[in-house]
């Protein structure tokens, strides 16, 4: 009988999001890597080592298609124009649709398997799942939680995503606008009227600006913000959009880290 070798998973991938990039540099899987994210920033050195193919909804088909990928790892119905080009080229596709903390656990989980990574991912899942549950447990003895209004653009403003809102919940704060966190589209995200986030009246402001700079100044100038406490006690604070909008190991870790001191020091003076 012939010994039959176990499969050792995709040998040439590219990622077309940088939270898949991030994961397998943690599970030392980069030499996989020919292609990734020009957004990439996460680790740093991947930009120095590896080719950029795409951007987030376009990509460059026919380099990707030179790289010879085994695999193309993708993120959600918005690469799908991009997927469905390369499935018609022949290349195979796994996109990813996590919007959730559990969603994104899963998703590390089965990138981890398809690489032969299961043990290590389950050790480095483990880590982050008890970090959490440390921030949780002690944002449940703060005195105070705070109400945040997390932006993710300014114009139209767009609330928090799924994944964000829940982290923010675990970091000790509410979320202004919890009922359109399950959303998953930015659109539907959208509040229309900006005076609604004024009535709301948070006590933290946070901007994500999905690639562009935070500018609490411009938030401080809106018409009837001087009447909001964020603004009246400068409470407005900006977290890189690549620590916590990309769904995988920065949002699990210094995306949720960030936002836990955020609370912190806002409990310590007003506790």
Not at 17 to 30: A, K, M, P, Q, V
Not at 129 to 146: D, G, H, K, V
Not at 226 to 242: H, N, P, T
Request: contains cysteine.
């Amino acid at each position: 009988m012939t010994d039959l070798a176990l499969p050792r998973g995709p040998q040439r991938i590219v990622c077309l999001t940088e939270e898949t990039t991030e994961w397998l540099y943690l599970l030392g899987e980069e030499a996989r890597i020919v292609g990734i994210s020009g957004y990439t920033v996460r680790p740093r050195r991947a930009r120095e080592e590896k080719p950029k193919v795409s951007a987030f909804t376009s990509a460059k088909i026919g380099k990707i298609l030179e790289l010879r990928p085994d695999c193309v790892f993708g993120f959600s119905d918005l690469q799908a124009d991009i997927a469905a080009e390369l499935i018609r080229r022949g290349v195979q596709v796994t996109v990813f649709n996590q919007r959730s903390i559990e969603e994104i656990f899963s998703m590390l989980y089965q990138v981890a398997a398809m690489v032969g990574q299961e043990a290590r991912g389950l050790v480095l899942l483990e880590l982050i799942r008890a970090r959490l549950q440390e921030i949780e447990a002690a944002a449940r003895r703060l005195p105070r939680r705070p109400k945040v209004f997390f932006e993710e653009w300014d114009e139209p403003h767009i609330s928090a995503i799924r994944w964000v809102s829940q982290l923010l919940t675990i970091a000790g704060g509410d979320d202004c606008f919890p009922e359109l966190a399950g959303e998953p589209l930015g659109k539907d995200r959208i509040i229309a009227d900006g005076a609604e986030i004024v009535r709301r009246d948070p006590d933290i402001v946070i901007g994500s600006w999905c690639g562009k700079k935070f500018r609490p100044e411009l938030v401080a100038a809106r018409p009837g913000w001087d009447r909001v406490k964020a603004v009246r006690e400068g409470q407005l604070f900006e977290i890189k959009s690549a620590d916590i909008l990309q769904p995988g190991p920065a949002a699990l870790t210094d995306g949720v880290e960030q936002l836990h001191r955020i609370v912190l020091r806002w409990s310590e003076s007003h506790g």
